[in-house]
């Protein structure tokens, strides 16, 4: 993933994912070079990045169990 600095710690699928929610976010200006908006500004911390993939796959298990209909 592009302006991440330092390894994304996610799939290749939670990569595009992630730059999809970045791309409907995106607030910078049309003709920024450097991207400085908000969206763009979390790509700048890998904690924040591990820590969103930790919650996203937090957040499919339970809608996994939650439509399996196994209920604990
Ligand atoms: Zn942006």
Do not use: T, W
């Given at each position: 993933?592009?302006?991440?600095?330092?390894?994304?710690?996610?799939?290749?699928?939670e990569?595009?994912?992630?730059?999809?929610?970045?791309?409907?976010n995106?607030?910078?200006?049309p003709e920024?070079?450097?991207p400085?908006?908000s969206?763009?500004?979390?790509?700048?911390?890998v904690?924040?990045?591990?820590?969103?993939?930790?919650?996203?796959r937090?957040?499919?298990?339970?809608?996994?169990v939650e439509?399996?209909g196994?209920?604990?």
């Open positions: 993933m592009s302006n991440v600095i330092g390894v994304f710690p996610g799939s290749q699928r990569s595009m994912r992630l730059q999809e929610a970045i791309r409907r995106c607030m910078c200006p920024s070079i450097d400085v908006c969206a763009h500004d979390l790509l700048r911390d904690n924040v990045m591990a820590h969103l993939i930790f919650v996203y937090r957040r499919q298990n339970y809608v996994r439509h399996s196994k209920v604990r």
